[in-house]
């Protein structure tokens, strides 16, 4: 059973462009999540997504959006990229939403570096 | 409001020594869950374990054992007889509103190495 994938594993960018960056969930799994992971700030939740609807979203600039398809791939978008948006990005994805005892398991993340 | 702590940023052993990571949370819900989980240098968060806030029985799993204390808020994790292949990070986490959320609020993190 294939994992989470994340694609692209590596972007450099520059400030005041913008990303895209994609996450496909495992097979079967409805929920996914992204986090942001710097050194400064750690792991810190951006959204949350279940059946192409965002169900939570972390304390985060309008900069920052995402959204869920039909087949649960989904995909979060940066725009005005800043310096501190450098960071490593991580998909988390889960069977359901708000069920702990589901385990989240998380995508290789997508490292950005914004010069 | 919702808080981990793992005051321990860096530890340092030699293989076979045991080691205990600290974890101490904060949360006003009566319903919540805990969890650990591993980052290797690859960067991908492995699930360790998942604890819920009715369950104080503490858990050993091979060389990992966990201790589940509520009076104190802690949730700490150890090692036994550590291996190089333990070198990470290892995250301590609480699931918000009660489990209404996949939201984890993740402690800082503590780097464990390892010498061989």
């Known amino acids: 059973k294939a994992g989470v994938t994340q694609t692209p594993r590596y972007l450099i960018k520059t400030r005041g462009q913008q990303v895209t960056l994609s996450c496909s969930p495992i097979?079967?799994?409805?929920?996914v999540s992204w986090y942001q992971q710097t050194p400064g700030q750690g792991l810190q939740f951006l959204f949350e997504y279940f059946s192409e609807t965002q169900r939570n979203k972390g304390n985060f600039p309008g900069r920052f959006s995402g959204r869920q398809f039909s087949n649960s791939r989904s995909e979060m978008n940066v725009s005005t990229l800043e310096l501190g948006d450098s960071a490593l990005y991580l998909c988390a994805s889960s069977l359901v939403k708000g069920s702990p005892n589901n385990e989240q398991f998380f995508g290789p993340g997508t490292r950005l570096t914004v010069l | 409001a919702q808080k981990v702590t793992q005051a321990q940023t860096e530890i340092s052993v030699v293989e076979k020594e045991d080691v205990t990571l600290d974890c101490v949370y904060e949360t006003r819900d009566t319903t919540y869950y805990l969890f650990w989980y591993k980052q290797p240098p690859s960067g991908e968060l492995v699930f360790l374990i998942r604890?819920?806030?009715?369950?104080?029985q503490n858990e050993i799993s091979g060389r990992y054992s966990w201790n589940f204390q509520k009076s104190t808020s802690s949730f700490n994790f150890t090692i036994t007889a550590s291996q190089v292949v333990d070198s990470a990070v290892y995250f301590c986490?609480?699931?918000?509103?009660?489990?209404?959320?996949?939201?984890?609020?993740f402690g800082t993190g503590t780097l464990l190495a390892v010498q061989p």
């Open positions: 097979s079967g799994h409805r929920s």
């Open positions: 604890r819920n806030s009715f369950d104080e």
């Open positions: 986490a609480l699931s918000d509103l009660g489990g209404a959320t996949n939201k984890l609020i």
